[in-house]
């Protein structure tokens, strides 16, 4: 059995429609789905169960409530606290293992086998960002006891041992540390995640979290021959494919759209895009979008 939870909010509806059933499609087991949705209404609910049943109807559904109260002495992650949700999953799912994905995720393969992956003495299976002298949140990390040279982990795809992190505690020792270091949570739950179970995360190959960022930006860009053995693709940074006018300057549209059309989900796709909160979202980004468009012009003229 594969045992998946996500959490999302309103602006990844069109993403989270694409992940789960590239997801549901690919699985060969039976698939056990836990959903913390902020922002959702009934209707938004009710087409997204449709997509999980028409992409395996005996997938069971999950739809759960969390306390995000907890983290208010966080520091939020451009205005939201929601990244901090998954924290709170292994206390809730009441499963021994599971797998968390962030909604901006695509499937492309099987994911019994991340499901199966030797985590032995870890906690939880994670893919490697880069040492910590490079990280973002190197204070932090330093100060919480980790190396320079140790290596950091990308949260948006996590192999989880709920059972462990239980007996352990490690939702207090979060909290603890995340409440100590608020003004430092850069990366929010990633930084929590590394500097709370630093050895105790098990590496994840490459191939399950393949990150895919917009034309343009200064991070690490997929190769094609990285991108054709991927399981999960990964779409960081802004703007994502699914925004506002991303489609023609997107490297991850080509795939999402295929995605998008084996689910039938045009309709979600069109609804994003006229949704005020969408438009506000386009307007904040709008350096994003720059950056992007004179990437992709650059790109065709070399």
């Not at 393969?109 to 190197?138: K, Q």
């Not at 352990?168 to 430092?184: C, K, M, P, T, W």
Request: aromatic share 12%; proline share 5%; glycine share 6%.
């Amino acid at each position: 059995m594969i045992c998946l939870a996500y959490c999302a909010d309103r602006l990844m509806c069109p993403s989270l429609h694409v992940s789960l059933f590239s997801v549901l499609s690919h699985a060969t087991d039976e698939v056990r789905l836990w959903l913390y949705l902020e922002g959702y209404s009934p209707k938004e609910i009710d087409r997204l169960k449709r997509t999980v049943l028409s992409a395996r109807p005996d997938t069971v559904v999950n739809f759960i409530q969390l306390e995000l109260g907890v983290f208010k002495a966080f520091r939020p992650f451009y205005g939201s606290y929601l990244p901090y949700a998954r924290l709170l999953l292994p206390e809730i799912i009441p499963a021994e293992r599971f797998i968390y994905l962030d909604a901006d995720t695509l499937c492309t393969a099987d994911c019994r086998f991340l499901m199966g992956e030797e985590l032995g003495d870890a906690i939880a299976g994670m893919r490697a960002e880069g040492p910590v002298s490079s990280a973002r949140d190197r204070d932090v990390l330093l100060a919480a006891g980790m190396t320079e040279d140790a290596q950091t982990f990308n949260s948006g795809v996590i192999v989880l041992d709920a059972k462990k992190w239980r007996e352990e505690g490690i939702g207090e020792r979060i909290l603890d540390f995340g409440r100590n270091n608020s003004a430092y949570l850069f990366t929010a739950d990633q930084v929590c995640l590394n500097a709370v179970l630093k050895d105790r995360i098990a590496p994840l190959a490459y191939s399950w979290n393949e990150c895919v960022y917009p034309i343009g930006s200064r991070e690490r860009k997929a190769g094609p021959e990285q991108q054709e053995r991927s399981a999960i693709y990964h779409f960081l940074g802004n703007p994502k494919p699914w925004d506002i006018g991303a489609f023609l300057f997107s490297p991850g549209w080509p795939l999402f759209s295929e995605y998008v059309s084996r689910s039938r989900t045009w309709d979600e796709v069109a609804r994003h895009h006229i949704r005020r909160d969408s438009v506000e979202r386009a307007w904040r980004l709008r350096r994003n979008y720059t950056a992007a468009w004179k990437g992709s012009l650059s790109k065709k003229t070399s």
